[in-house]
């Protein structure tokens, strides 16, 4: 498969404007990387940070890579702030908050990587981003500026765009926004370190996020899972003709899907298994799935009475591939549940009983 706090909402340019009246009713919210240690050599802890809502519980979405086979924790945020240590066999770490509301609601919040790819441990990333405008036609930002740096290094890639690089002497960046509707970018600190005959230029991993800009959505030529997958790797989204949406990728999708493009080109055969054990179950179910061609998948758990339990698995690209998850079940009433992994045109169920 192949993310300091928001003080205030208001500090962006993206406020939550009325929309259309959507499923959502569970407030997203933002997340940031808000502290970077590296412990040692093979230790890496960092702190998110998300802006907290009262009678709203969050929890982290931490994805990650080992032995090629794709990874989910789902960790609990405590008083807006979490801590954790990463595993350092993945090179690429995803983080999604999710808003988990007293009505069983969950909504997907705002989305970050940080890649390690060419990096050293030791020279720390840009944290506590804030973005101060973004779309349609230019994007601003600024995040906290550490000891470490000589400059900043930042990467513009719009979507099928060709890769525009920079550098910074300062933790603030203004970028003019290429005709696209998927903004991506990647922030590097510069540090310089001392070598055998001179100093040498060394990068921290890559803080991502993409920032999605729609104009009309009847142009906005995708099929539905791409869509899904866009807004799903998101951090903020705006829409000229509906709004900003902020991190609300439920609402944003509730609105735009109507104009998805069908895509009959895409194969309804890619899972080639889907086991699930154990099961019957009580307090963990451990699901495994193959694919044979990439394709965008999506889980979810379905009680009895044809409701939503649990999204053990928001829609995105997969690539082939061996594939396994996790979900917690324990607090799951017993009774005969559906668990269900689908792409755009088949739905794949079992039928999973659930332990007092």
């Not at 998927?182 to 803080?207: K, L, N, W």
């Not at 959505?217 to 866009?230: H, V």
């Not at 000229?240 to 080109?265: I, M, R, S, W, Y």
Request: charged share 20%; hydrophobic share 40%; glycine share 4%.
């Amino acid at each position: 498969m192949k993310l300091a706090p928001f003080f205030l909402l208001g500090i962006l340019s993206l406020g939550f404007l009325p929309k259309p009246s959507a499923q959502t009713t569970c407030p997203p919210t933002l997340v940031q990387l808000s502290a970077y240690v590296a412990n040692d050599a093979n230790s890496v802890t960092v702190a998110l940070t998300c802006l907290s809502v009262e009678d709203v519980r969050y929890a982290i979405e931490y994805r990650f890579f080992l032995d090629d086979v794709s990874e989910m924790m789902l960790l609990p945020v405590a008083n807006g702030r979490i801590l954790l240590r990463l595993h350092l066999e993945s090179i690429q770490h995803q983080f999604t908050i999710r808003s988990i509301c007293s009505n069983n609601v969950e909504t997907r919040g705002a989305t970050f990587f940080l890649d390690f790819r060419d990096a050293m441990f030791d020279c720390p990333p840009p944290t506590d981003l804030v973005i101060e405008t973004a779309g349609p036609e230019i994007a601003a930002f600024r995040w906290q500026g550490n000891s470490a740096a000589d400059r900043y290094q930042v990467n513009y890639t719009p979507r099928n765009g060709l890769l525009q690089t920079s550098d910074t002497p300062v933790p603030s960046f203004v970028q003019a926004l290429q005709p696209a509707d998927v903004h991506t970018f990647e922030i590097r600190t510069i540090c310089i370190q001392p070598g055998i005959a001179s100093s040498v230029e060394v990068f921290s991993p890559a803080y991502r996020f993409s920032i999605v800009t729609v104009d009309d959505i009847k142009a906005f030529r995708l099929s539905c899972p791409e869509l899904e997958t866009i807004v799903d790797t998101a951090y903020v989204i705006q829409c000229t003709e509906h709004g900003d949406f902020g991190p609300d990728k439920d609402n944003f999708l509730f609105v735009h899907k109507p104009f998805c493009q069908p895509n009959a080109t895409r194969s309804n055969t890619s899972v080639e298994q889907l086991l699930l054990s154990p099961n019957p179950v009580q307090h963990e179910l451990y699901i495994s799935y193959r694919l044979r061609e990439p394709d965008w998948l999506g889980g979810d758990l379905l009680t009895a009475q044809g409701t939503i339990a649990q999204q053990w698995l928001p829609t995105q690209w997969h690539e082939v591939g061996d594939y396994r998850q996790v979900i917690a079940t324990q607090d799951l009433p017993p009774g005969i549940y559906f668990l269900r992994l689908h792409n755009a045109y088949r739905i794949l169920t079992q039928k999973v009983i659930k332990l007092p």
